[in-house]
């Protein structure tokens, strides 16, 4: 199969969709002629013209209320944010508006849109460009959120996002935009609320989101190197959740690591292994580890940014304990 | 005006008449039924604005949308609301506009073009302005209208929106209710400058007009309407007004901040209805016995929807988890 | 002792500070001659002018950014911000910024302030009107949260976080305004991260924040007149959290429930679980149990508004079935 | 102006020629750090706006506070800052003006009034204006410029902090570098009307300056400052400007959305340096081989400033968790 990067899926997923339906349009900073500062959406402004790749002003709450109304009177829009830390500018109209409207409205109003944006950190972008903030969106009701890990992922999410008659955010790691992965030429989606299973392994789990999951794949290679057999899997989306498939897996290994890129502390990993812990208590010979990004706003200084994420190593590491049997607390 | 041409318009002006009246009479309800602890939370009252939703919805058509705001319900009536389904709203009932759900903060009726009131102050302004947006990019030639109350005009969101609006020519109208207030404080203490010169910085064309006189503002609106349709908004209008009642029905000892001459002179100065009648009257468009009609009928109609949503059913429980994602095509 | 509301306690603990240091104000809207909506602040312009208590435009965005700047430059302000919900429009502000600055500037700036604002369903104010919000804040490093549940702990803690150095984000609950609790005379403060045991007990661990401990209580009491004794705690503050107490108890009694009035996923009753269960695994003989706000957006009729809270009659149904035993999932 | 007056100024004219020298030189400096991989991340040079940084800061005392952008470099050197914990801070050192924690993007300088970069677009604007009504509260005659791009005009928050400023008459002036473009758009499809109409509204009063002619600049700011302190602020100013380079280091086939003959004009017939150069030598306040010396000082410097930088440590890793939360007084 073809392999192609992650910002290629992107550009394809927006233009088949944009093919089929002419009420999907984009809009954001720099998204037409200069194709975001990421380059992911080169020529899509040359086949859809400036009307439906938009360029707007530096106005994020502002084009993000614009999609809303637009959403809310047959549009489809897809709003660009450049940075997933602008989602601090944009929450009033997504969270008060887009994620209620259709709650608040009786089911009378929709408001199909899709934001997509970015997390990620070792990019030596600072506190303010660098972070993973997928948990906050994902606390409040009536937002989907979903989470890449490929190529090949972040295309069959993004397609079914833009099928979606609710609000969805769908984060791109920063880093993954270059990394290429094999991706039929021919259409699919990826339904939402469906876990993939990377590696199958019995000793333990490793539940890894967006840019963890190449960490927990490595991980579960140089366990496997040490003879531990680590089953991998990717949540894909945290709203929906797969339970079902995390909790099998979990009563399978008896042994679970949640790894996820976004502040540890009431982030993602606190809610996917309360889950686990709730509904697969007695099967656990331990308790479901956690590892989040540290709780600390990004350092700039590599020497200290690359100590806030979590590493293959530092998996390896916690898996060790976790099968040694060596979380026995003090009583 | 030519009389000829009165004459012709008595019909329409007899609607804008009634649909004022029923704001009016809607609200009084309104209030009846929070003093008698019908109505859970608070609501805040239209009373003394109806000129600028009658005026300006009596210019639009039913494709075309509005936005509304936390004091909603005389938007809602004058857009083509009924009574029912609004009370029923008001009481929390299943068969309110949204099922109970939203309330009078979050009333909306989607077939009448009206995409909800809301509790944000300003929060409808890029819905609103992305509505105009929606039209345009479909080939449609409805027009939104933004409405907002002075306070609005502290949000920044409306900025960036205006300017957006400006920049693509959204057909899309901004209406400032300028009633004076922004909850208990006067507005020359919240804005800075000239109101106005908010939109005009973006190179957007505004008026002024008094928003107690409904003919005043329907003409106006109807021109700022077709020509909106033809591309030539966005477009800004400051309507001068006053609410009757307090900020919400709560709001009860207010000459701390609103001096109680002040009330008694829009009131009996200004009233828009009453000023209306009037005018309507020394036309010879309308006797007076019409005019007791037309209350009447408000009344009436407005007696047996207040009943209708007394004895209206509560959604069932399990509406609870119902609408939070809304419902896909088979396959997805 | 004397007993006042908590809507006294707050007046009283700004009035004490801001007589202390005149580096203190207080901006919001309608918190002057008002004295907010609620009127929690009457009186207060009357003694510090209108330069220290100032009425602003409804800019919830921009008051928030003045916050932070005055704050960087000698003065400490308190934030009025009407409704919790409204912190989606000062997110960016807040997190950002204030949560940032003494991080990204190595130390050198520091940003003394304190958002006031509320949370808590069941008022009929609707989906925009009702959130409760105090996980997002907590999952940013850099901020502080803290959650009176009483007169006496809205005081002492408003007070500790005025002299706090760091912005400091305290929800009052909107239902508790009115509510009267003993509050000493003498100037008393509480410390952040010390959490408060209400009432001990042997059988289980009831965790409640803000509204909730009331909640908590009463069930306490329902379960006490069953022979079932229940431990109950406050954390008080959830940045920083007092781990240790929470983690006695539970090796205590080896069973908890976590009680919050946040929307449950994502929330804060996943942070606190995930860390008792990884903390005190070996000693529970059953998992967590989290009981927040139904994941969906608040309605406004009764009829359904009151469904979405935990109330003290199922925390009692999930208590008995945690004594019971009853947790045994299908393998 | 009076030859005497020119010639009392001279050193302060000096001073100001080397302030812009030593930007223009950092920022070849920093280019060549990128270039040669030996700067992490990227960075966004403010080479070709030196003399509006400049300009402004001359008329600044050091307890006057500034806050900066992106863009950030030339804010900082002309607030006084130092080459060594600059550059350091640049490739993420212990010594650098925060510890090697903010970066390009944040640096900040609190003991010359520099209350940081900002890499939010308009993000400062509530910063500068709270800064601006600290000073005032606290009875000190200290003045804030806000310094930020034409972008920034797209974000509300400006409009609701100039509002308050103006509704509290607070000492602040806000620095409009209008450089054109907004990374790769120009300004007109960004902004629509009229620039500086946008602080007019709130009843600003407004400048427009050639933001390449370094004593225009400085002129206007000392009246404005002066003004500010005596309480007849905020103002407004627009500079018209322009960056040399693309909108970061990384950003160097423009030629799509900027004409390289723009690029050139702007150099050769407008640059801030060369032009203030040869006033300085007409006038006769300077010889050709003191300008000379001048860079030639400021280029030594900057060369041992980044071989310090490059030698310097990184943070100890005990940092990380450092500086989360402030220190409190002890029994908190
Ligand atoms: C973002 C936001 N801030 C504050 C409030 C509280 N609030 C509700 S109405 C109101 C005043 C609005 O004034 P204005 O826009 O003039 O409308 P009016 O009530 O006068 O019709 C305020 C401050 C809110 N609902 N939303
Ligand atoms: C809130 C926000 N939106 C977008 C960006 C990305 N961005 C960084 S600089 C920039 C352009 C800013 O233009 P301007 O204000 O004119 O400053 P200039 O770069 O021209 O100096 C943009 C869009 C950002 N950093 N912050
Ligand atoms: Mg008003
Ligand atoms: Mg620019």
């Known amino acids: 199969m073809r392999e192609i990067t ?15 339906d002419p009420a999907i349009f984009l809009l954001g900073e720099d998204v037409a002629e200069a194709g975001t500062p990421f380059k992911v959406l080169s020529g899509l402004v040359e086949e859809f013209g400036p009307d439906r790749i938009i360029d707007t002003p530096i106005s994020e709450p502002g084009f993000m209320g614009l999609a809303v109304g637009a959403a809310m009177t047959g549009s489809r829009p897809i709003v660009d944010l450049m940075f997933g830390d602008f989602l601090f500018l944009i929450m009033d109209q997504l969270c008060n508006q887009a994620a209620k409207t259709h709650y608040m409205s009786g089911g009378k109003l929709t408001v199909p849109l899709v934001v997509r944006t970015n997390l990620g950190a070792t990019r030596r972008s600072a506190a303010q460009h660098s972070q993973s903030l997928h948990a906050l969106v994902a606390h409040i009701p009536g937002l989907k959120v979903a989470l890449p890990s490929s190529a090949y992922e972040a295309k069959g999410l993004l397609k ?7 609000p969805v955010v769908i984060f791109e790691d920063k880093l993954m935009y270059n990394d290429k ?25 490793l539940i890894a989101t967006s840019s963890m999951v190449q960490v927990a794949q490595k991980a579960a290679d140089l366990l496997a190197a040490d003879g531990i057999s680590a089953e991998v899997i990717d949540p894909r989306t945290i709203v929906p959740l797969d339970e079902d498939t995390l909790l099998a897996s979990v009563k399978k290994t008896s042994r679970a690591i949640v790894i996820d890129e976004g502040h540890q502390s009431f982030g993602v990993t606190a809610e996917i292994a309360s889950r686990l812990n709730e509904k697969a208590f007695y099967h656990l010979d331990a308790p479901v580890l956690r590892m989040g990004a540290m709780d600390v706003p990004v350092p700039f200084t590599p020497a200290l940014e690359d100590l806030t994420v979590p590493t293959p190593e530092k998996v390896v590491e916690q898996a060790k304990r976790l099968v040694a049997g060596d979380m026995i607390h003090a009583a | 005006m030519a009389a000829a041409k009165k004459k012709s318009n008595a019909e329409q ?7 004022m009246m029923r704001i009016r009479v809607f609200e009084d309800n309104a209030n009846q039924l929070y003093l008698s602890a019908k109505m859970p939370g608070l609501t805040h009252m239209y009373s003394g604005q109806e000129a600028v939703a009658v005026g300006i919805c009596e210019a639009l058509k039913t494709t075309d949308r509005i936005t509304s705001t936390h004091r909603g319900h005389g938007h809602c009536v004058a857009k083509g609301g009924e009574f029912r389904p609004m009370f029923a709203e008001l009481l929390g009932k299943a068969d309110g506009y949204c099922g109970g759900k939203g309330g009078s903060m979050h009333i909306a009726d989607q077939d009448n073009g009206n995409l909800g009131a809301n509790a944000i102050v300003g929060g409808s302004a890029g819905i609103a302005t992305g509505s105009a947006l929606s039209a345009k990019r479909l080939g449609k030639d409805d027009v939104t209208v933004c409405f907002f109350g002075d306070g609005a005009l502290g949000q920044g969101l409306l900025y960036e929106t205006m300017n957006m609006a400006a920049l693509w020519k959204l057909p899309v109208i901004y209406a400032c209710e300028n009633n004076l207030y922004g909850e208990y404080t006067k507005t020359e203490e919240q804005a800075a400058g000239d109101l106005t010169a908010r939109a005009k910085a973006f190179g957007i064309e505004t008026h ?3 928003g107690q006189d ?18 030539e908004g966005p477009f800004f209008i400051q309507l001068d007004t006053y609410r009757y009642f307090g900020h919400h029905v709560g709001d009860i000892n207010r000459e701390y901040y609103r001096p109680k001459d002040e009330e008694t002179l829009w009131k009996t100065e200004r009233d828009p209805l009453t000023n209306f009648a009037k005018w309507l009257s020394d036309e010879g468009l309308v006797t007076k016995d019409e005019l007791k009609e037309i209350e009447a009928e408000v009344k009436a109609d ?3 929807a207040v009943n209708f949503a007394l004895d209206a059913d509560y959604p069932d429980a399990s509406e609870v988890t119902k609408h939070v994602f809304a419902e896909n095509p088979s396959g997805l």
Chains 1, 3 share one sequence.
Do not use: H, W
Request: glycine share 4%; aromatic share 6%.
């Open chain 1, 6 to 20: 992650l910002s290629k899926a992107v550009n394809e997923a927006i233009a088949e969709e944009m093919r089929r």
């Open chain 1, 160 to 166: 079914t996002a833009i099928r979606d008659n609710s």
């Open chain 1, 181 to 205: 992965a094999p991706v039929p030429e021919e259409e699919y989606l990826i339904p939402f609320g469906q876990a993939k299973i990377l590696r199958e392994g019995e000793d333990l789990t």
């Open chain 2, 13 to 19: 002006y007899l609607r804008m008449y009634r649909q």
């Open chain 2, 208 to 210: 002024i007009v008094d």
């Open chain 2, 214 to 231: 409904v003919l005043a503002v329907n003409n106006l609106a109807q021109k700022l309407v077709e020509r909106c349709r033809k591309g």
């Open chain 2, 302 to 304: 407005a007696e047996a």
